[in-house]
């Protein structure tokens, strides 16, 4: 099958299942990333703990409300399943896209969600018929990079590692299942590289791995960082 490419969205973030208040940022900050600001989630039943680059995020999520996340609201994004621990066949991770133009729709089919501390106008395009084997895929419209951010919001993005932008995502996904509409768009946005293997890992590669290192956050992370 021929694709079409999708060089009009780009990745925002992409989160990464984490324990109760995150102890694997640890590691992260060990390596030479800055921490940047933490979020609550009122209403979704979950937070996380950020680390910030030019063009990019990357957030350790948990559930911090095992209530909340089984409301009638964020029931349907599934993330109850993602998030669970001891884990199981889903995977870890989340792949939130933004548009580099302006007022585009996700190319992909998807459902609304808008959780109570969105701010008013604001929601998130969940895609459709995305098995718990994959990434969650997400779309943010308004998202802009980091480094974009007004001053009074800038995060840190000078790390000790020497690292600046992320230039290359793969993600590794168990099993032989035809790929979702979603994730066959998110394999020709020209960003990211989807492979099966035997067990879930995202690979992240910064400034085109110009250092010529490589860092494996397994077991506490399913994460290996190129540098």
């Known amino acids: 099958?021929?694709?079409?490419l999708f060089p009009s969205m780009e990745i925002d973030h992409l989160f990464l299942r984490a324990q109760h208040g995150a102890p694997e940022a640890a590691l992260l900050r060990q390596l030479g990333l800055s921490e940047g600001s933490a979020n609550q989630h009122p209403g979704q039943g979950t937070a996380n703990r950020r680390f910030f680059f030019q063009n990019a995020y990357i957030e350790l999520l948990w559930i911090a409300d095992a209530q909340e996340i089984h409301n009638d609201c964020t029931r349907p994004t599934q993330l109850a399943e993602r998030l669970q621990l001891p884990a199981g066949d889903?995977?870890?991770?989340?792949?939130?896209?933004?548009?580099?133009?302006?007022?585009?729709?996700?190319?992909?089919?998807?459902?609304?969600y808008q959780p109570?501390?969105?701010?008013?106008?604001?929601?998130?395009d969940i895609a459709r018929h995305t098995p718990l084997t994959e990434p969650m895929w997400f779309y943010l419209a308004q998202a802009t990079a980091p480094a974009a951010a007004p001053a009074e919001?800038?995060?840190?993005?000078?790390?000790a590692l020497g690292v600046q932008e992320l230039s290359a995502v793969s993600i590794t996904v168990p099993g032989n299942a035809a790929w979702s509409e979603a994730?066959?768009?998110a394999s020709t946005s020209g960003q990211l590289h989807l492979q099966r293997g035997d067990a879930h890992l995202l690979e992240l590669t910064f400034d085109h791995g110009r250092q010529g290192r490589h860092y494996d956050c397994r077991p506490a992370l399913a994460l290996i960082l190129h540098t």
């Open 183 to 185: 994730a066959q768009a």
């Open 1 to 4: 099958m021929r694709h079409r």
């Open 90 to 112: 889903s995977s870890p991770f989340g792949v939130c896209w933004r548009p580099s133009a302006s007022h585009l729709r996700p190319p992909f089919a998807s459902w609304v």
């Open 116 to 124: 109570p501390y969105l701010p008013a106008g604001m929601q998130v």
């Open 153 to 159: 919001r800038r995060q840190p993005l000078e790390h």
